[in-house]
């Protein structure tokens, strides 16, 4: 069996990522390699018997001599969004190392959509996209969905108050489980397509915020009123409450990416990947309801 090396896997998405590739795609341990920065933090898949590799996105050397000998890499993008243009070059280091490496195949977790998109972080995506194509080696890029659990960066607060300040609009996204895009991405490491390929890993269906809110009040029993705002309503808000200046526009481009359609999609490349039905909104929301307060 090639070896797999699955990057930030001392991460919520990488974790997962190496679980599924050995209890749902079965693989044996030893052909799975899991880097990170600190690998203090991968004792729990050593005592498996995966192998470890330091993994540093700033350091070139580490990266290329942690490639060495892989055949299938994935690359989880990194969450380096503080200065501006690090993120992609961290990502286009990791795409130099892995063809000076011989690697053979690159796995790549992009966004939907990102060359028409108004997330403030587009860039970081389609650029490594665009480097990834650019370097020859053969490459699977999955274009992870907005994750159920990023609901909790706002529910919660939203359910305190009873109010749901938003400026999506009429606009839908399909959230879907990282348990499920996690199941998927392992399938498609483990089984990848003969020629190159992206995914858009999504749910089975896309809601507007007021039928979340609807399924969340019908979860919960509590009221929540969803409270339409402007771009400029939503950010004077969120600086009123303290929210650091730097996160508010990439906060507000979310509502703004799904107001204007840019994320409606609902694909089944998830579900044809792993062959295992996802997590709907509902069960999801059930599942954790005590983590929504």
């Known amino acids: 069996m090639s070896k797999i090396l699955v990057t930030g896997a001392a991460g919520h998405l990488g974790r997962l990522v190496i679980k599924h590739l050995i209890e749902s795609q079965k693989l044996s341990p030893s052909d799975i390699v899991a880097g990170s920065r600190d690998t203090a933090r991968l004792t729990h898949l050593a005592a498996l018997g995966v192998e470890t590799r330091r993994v540093d996105f ?158 969340v009040r019908d979860v919960t029993g509590k009221p929540l009123a969803v409270v339409n705002l402007t771009d400029a309503q939503l950010s004077e808000g969120m600086a009123a409450a303290g929210v650091p200046a730097p996160f508010i526009p990439t906060i507000v481009s979310f509502d703004a990416n799904t107001r204007e359609g840019k994320i409606a999609m609902a694909t089944a490349d998830a579900e044809t990947l792993s062959g295992v039905k996802r997590m709907t909104l509902k069960a999801f929301l059930e599942a954790n309801k005590a983590a929504l307060g």
């Open 58 to 215: 700033d350091d070139k050397a580490s990266l290329e001599a942690a490639f060495t000998g892989i055949d299938r890499l994935l690359i989880v993008s990194t969450d380096e969004l503080g200065a501006p243009g690090k993120r992609l070059a961290q990502h286009r280091a990791a795409v130099e190392a892995a063809k000076a490496a011989g690697v053979g195949r690159i796995f790549y977790t992009s966004m939907p959509q990102p060359e028409d998109s108004q997330i403030t972080f587009k860039g970081d995506h389609l650029g490594t996209e665009q480097a990834i194509k650019a370097s020859g080696l053969a490459y699977t890029i999955f274009r992870n969905g907005w994750y159920m659990e990023n609901l909790f960066m706002s529910l919660p607060q939203a359910l305190a108050s009873g109010q749901w300040y938003t400026s999506a609009g009429e606009g839908r996204i399909a959230h879907i489980a990282r348990e499920d895009i996690a199941r998927a991405i392992a399938a498609g490491l483990a089984k990848p397509a003969d020629g190159n390929v992206t995914y858009t890993l999504t749910g089975e269906a896309a809601h507007t915020t007021e039928e979340i809110a609807a399924l």
